[in-house]
């Protein structure tokens, strides 16, 4: 009697589980059905997440990699054409900033003293400067002189613009030889001569010269004219063994060259 007993509580019991159960699950409303194309996320946060084709993706903003100077030089070269030995003139190159950001110019190197820059050192956005080249071709008669102007600038993608200046010198008259070079010993007659023939598209007569005061007491200087040529004579005076270098200036009635430069050494042992 007593398992009997038993075996009807307990059978009572589960069936009282088993009703508790099923009351539960049936007050429970059922789960709906995610949307097609749709994100669900857990957390606290949680949010659904509308797909691309319904609405628009607002990237992040990107630096912009814009604002920086941009040199440009419209006409980098230039052709003088055909000036006469010793001719001075000026060029001037335009340099525009096109950029957003000022235009530093920090040298323009030339190489040469027969080319002098003047140039801004700051070009706004939008504006222009003026890259101003003297050139004094004294010197270079009878070749062609071409000179290559290095603009250094603040501009990341170009900071070296290159320009370049060249033309044709040609000889105002012929000087042979174009330097005086005297050699010999103390106490012999020391002496040597130039000849100087203008050219035909330059005529000139020469009026006097000019010795620099360091050589005044080393040499003495006779000119001569004979059939539209001129003798430059420089003679030795020291006595003793020495050197000496320096300028002299034969000085012409031209407008275009009113000026020779000659160059006088001695060496005498």
């Known amino acids: ?10 059978g009572l019991l589960i069936l009282a589980l088993v009703t508790t159960l099923i ?11 995610l949307k097609k194309d749709t994100v669900e996320t857990s957390g606290p946060e949680s949010t659904a997440v509308t797909p691309a084709s ?3 993706v607002v990237l992040p903003a990107v630096a912009s990699t814009t604002g920086w100077p941009v040199a440009f030089v419209p006409e980098p070269m230039h052709n003088f054409g055909t000036v006469v030995d010793g001719s001075k003139f000026v060029h001037e ?11 530093r110019i920090s040298s323009v190197y030339t190489g040469c003293a027969c080319a002098v820059p003047e140039y801004p050192k700051m070009i706004f956005p939008g504006e222009k400067g003026k890259i101003i080249i003297t050139i004094d071709t004294n010197g270079y008669g ?6 290559d102007i290095l603009v250094s600038t603040n501009e990341p993608d170009n900071g070296m613009q290159k320009l370049l200046i060249y033309g044709q010198v040609s000889l105002f008259a012929d000087l042979s030889p174009k330097s005086l070079i005297l050699k010999g010993l103390a106490g012999d007659t020391v002496q040597v001569t130039s000849i100087i023939t203008p050219y ?3 005529p000139f007569s020469i009026t006097g010269f ?9 040499v003495s200087i006779e000119i001569d004219s004979d059939n539209g040529k001129y003798s430059v004579t420089a003679k030795n005076k020291i006595k003793s063994p020495g050197q000496y270098l320096g300028k002299m200036i034969i000085k012409t009635d031209s407008a275009i060259k009113p000026e020779i430069k000659m160059f006088i050494r001695g060496t005498i042992r």
């Open 142 to 147: 009878g070749m062609e002189f071409s000179r």
């Open 93 to 103: 190159f335009i340099m525009e900033n096109q950029g957003e950001s000022p235009l």
């Open 1 to 10: 009697m007593m398992k009997i007993k038993a075996f009807a509580i307990h």
């Open 210 to 218: 000019e010795l620099e005061d360091k050589l005044k007491e080393k």
């Open 23 to 33: 009351s539960a699950c049936a007050g429970r409303q059922p789960a709906a059905p």
């Open 54 to 56: 319904d609405q628009p």
């Open 200 to 202: 035909k598209e330059y």
